[in-house]
C-alpha cells in the first residue's frame, strides 16, 4: 500500500503511517441514521450512496503522537 502513490505508481520513497484516522466524509455523514438496527438495514443503506461518492476522509500520523507525532 505505501509503495505506490494515489495514482498507482511506484514510489521511490516509503512513507509508512504509524497510525490510521478515518473521519466520515460531509458528503455522507448524515444519509443515515444514528441507531444501528440490523445488519442487513445496514447492507441496503450502503445501497443507497451514490456512486463516486466521497466516504471517508483519512489522516495519517508519522509516529506516536507521544514522541511528537503529526497528522
Known sequence: MAGYDQSGNKVDSLKIPFELRY??????????????????????????????????NVWAYDKPKETGGSE
Open 23 to 56: 473521519e466520515p466524509h460531509p458528503d455522507v455523514h448524515n444519509l443515515f441514521p444514528k441507531e444501528f438496527s440490523t445488519t442487513m438495514a445496514y447492507v441496503k443503506q450502503l445501497e443507497s450512496v451514490p456512486a463516486d461518492s466521497n466516504l471517508y
